[in-house]
């Protein structure tokens, strides 16, 4: 068991967040994401460098995955320290420090960090822009902040069984798609984050795209089944039928569909400026 300190200010650790991660669709969708999209995070935060004795922080770490690949890095001279609003899903090796903490309410430790990682969670955060500048500050001179973040792009079947099919796909993600933003999502976010790094001052900008074709029954499939379970309500306020929401998620397990693309995984990355001297 890793330690667990709920520090939000009410003890239940409540939010809006749309999604519900503990929930069996909330901990399949971590999952998903973290086959769909680890290797290209990991690549991306290779490229960046993460190295033995670095101090580490995972924003919105999911079930963990990248904290404990942080973790493995940085070795025992380092630290990671791993925030979310929920943690009963979150499986990380004990040597990773764990807080249920809505880091709306600012960082539950404190700054000086080599490396901040948040991957789809400031997308979510209404005050993602706050949120951002209390990231910023709590780098150490040199250190990097690695935001990948998903934009909103139309999403158009390209093979279904039937045209039926096909337009209900599309409705079903565009009703998803409005509700999400309802509930705060940005769709622009993603390719904004690049800006605002520029305007904070970091340097050594950089970033990289990646947007996977779907087939129904592949992770990426799988992963717009455990959205649309998770926002069912909002789906049938949307006036989608409980039959519609039925044969979407058959039409994610056959292989005769096909999407292009819908997640998009665009992660940026900036570096604090060094102090004077510093190398
Ligand atoms: C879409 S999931 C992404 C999880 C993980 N970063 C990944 O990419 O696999 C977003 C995560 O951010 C967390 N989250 C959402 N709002 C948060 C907040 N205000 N403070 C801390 N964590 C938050 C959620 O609980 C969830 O685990």
Not at 141 to 163: D, K
Request: glycine letters at 10%.
């Amino acid at each position: 068991m890793t330690a667990n300190t709920c520090t939000t200010g009410n003890d239940t650790c409540t939010a809006e967040y749309v999604f519900d991660s503990p929930s069996h669709a909330g901990r399949a969708q971590l999952g998903h994401l973290q086959t769909l999209l680890d290797p290209v995070t990991t690549g991306f935060l290779a490229d960046v460098g993460v190295w033995p004795g670095m101090r580490c922080l995972d924003l919105g770490s999911g079930n963990g995955s990248i904290a404990g690949w942080l973790s493995d890095r940085v070795g025992p001279a380092g630290e990671v320290i791993a925030v979310d609003l929920e943690t009963d899903q979150l499986d990380v090796p004990p040597q990773v420090e764990v807080h249920r903490h809505d880091i709306r309410d600012g960082l539950p430790v404190a700054g000086g960090f080599d490396l901040i990682h948040a991957r789809l969670v400031l997308m979510h955060l209404s005050e993602r822009e706050q949120v951002l500048a209390e990231l910023i500050d709590a780098l150490a001179p040199g250190g990097w902040l690695v935001l990948g973040e998903t934009p909103t792009p139309p999403q158009e079947a390209l093979a279904a069984p039937s045209a039926d099919d096909a337009a209900l796909a599309d409705r079903v993600i565009a009703a998803g798609t409005r509700a999400v933003q309802a509930a705060g999502v940005s769709p622009s976010w993603a390719y904004e984050v690049e800006h605002h790094f520029a305007g904070a001052g970091l340097t050594g900008i950089r970033g990289s795209v990646h947007a996977p074709m779907i087939t129904g029954g592949d992770a990426g499939a799988l992963l717009m089944s455990t959205y649309v379970a998770q926002v069912t309500p909002l789906l049938l306020a949307e006036g989608l039928s409980e039959d519609e929401i039925a044969r979407y998620h058959a039409l994610m397990q056959d292989p005769r569909f096909r999407a292009w693309p819908f997640l998009q995984l665009v992660t940026t990355a900036g570096r604090k400026p060094l102090e004077e001297g510093q190398r």
